[in-house]
């Protein structure tokens, strides 16, 4: 959103103002996604978590063989090179699991407001809610509250 309003032309002071923060916080943050790649950049998203030690646990995390050509990895004080690899074996790991999720959420979505419109349309039937009500009392309520909400949030 800063970006956003910085790249559309808006002042920076008028803009550290109506945030009231420092024009200097504001300068660095708008700086703070220089040099990192978009990958990296996604995790900072997904995670929602936008500091230097995030950032710096990601540099430590990422093989050699992924940084840009002729880079080092930086030593981090206090981290084993086994808890590098397990950092890694982890990240990869978070990583599929988030690009499952991404891959069938469509599909999720689909089938959760499909089914919605199926329980609404049973509910709204009058003798399938007294069934409901003599039979399986339990259910109903929940139906109900399935049917009162305007749609599933994304």
Known sequence: MMLRALTLGVPEERLASALNVNIKTLQEKRRLLDGICGEAAELMVAMNKYTI????????ATPENQLVAGAKPKKIKGI???????MENESANLERQVRLVEDSYGID???????????????SNERITKYLALHH???????ERITEREAFAP
């Open 137 to 143: 009392e339990e259910f109903l309520p929940e139906f």
């Open 80 to 86: 084993s090179r086994e808890q590098l690899d397990l």
């Open 109 to 123: 979505h689909l089938d959760l407001v499909l089914a919605r419109g199926y329980v609404t349309r049973l509910v």
């Open 53 to 60: 030690n995030y950032a710096r646990s990601l540099l430590a």
